[in-house]
């Protein structure tokens, strides 16, 4: 078994983290480096470690990191300003923590494309 991901120690309390949702499935927590105003990370509870993690039996997931995204981004008063969703894949993805998780970042004018 590998080590769980620092994502899975903050969920189960190990370490400290700034939770602003939970739920059956996911949960999100603020980045602790932000890059933006609003910086946050809806991270799947079950530890999946990429996007080549899901399948059809996995949708459920994907959708509801999506939802929930929408959903925090409202309560974060940034749905009209806008915002990006990133999800990191893999070495040329740049992806650090290698656990499922889709960035919500907004508050400030994003540009370009890394
Ligand atoms: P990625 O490059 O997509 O894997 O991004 C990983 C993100 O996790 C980075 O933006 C980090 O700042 C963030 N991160 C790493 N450790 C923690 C932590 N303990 N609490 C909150 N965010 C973290």
Redesign the pocket.
Known sequence: MSEPS?FTR?LNGE?P?EFVYKDDLVFA?????PIAPTHI?IIPREPLVSVNDLDEAKEHIAGRMLVVAAKLAKEMGIDSSGYRLVI?TGPDG????MHL?M?LLGGRKMRGLG
Do not use: A, T
């Open positions: 620092v903050i370490i983290g927590i603020r980045d602790i480096n990370l990191n740049g992806q650090e923590v998780h960035h």
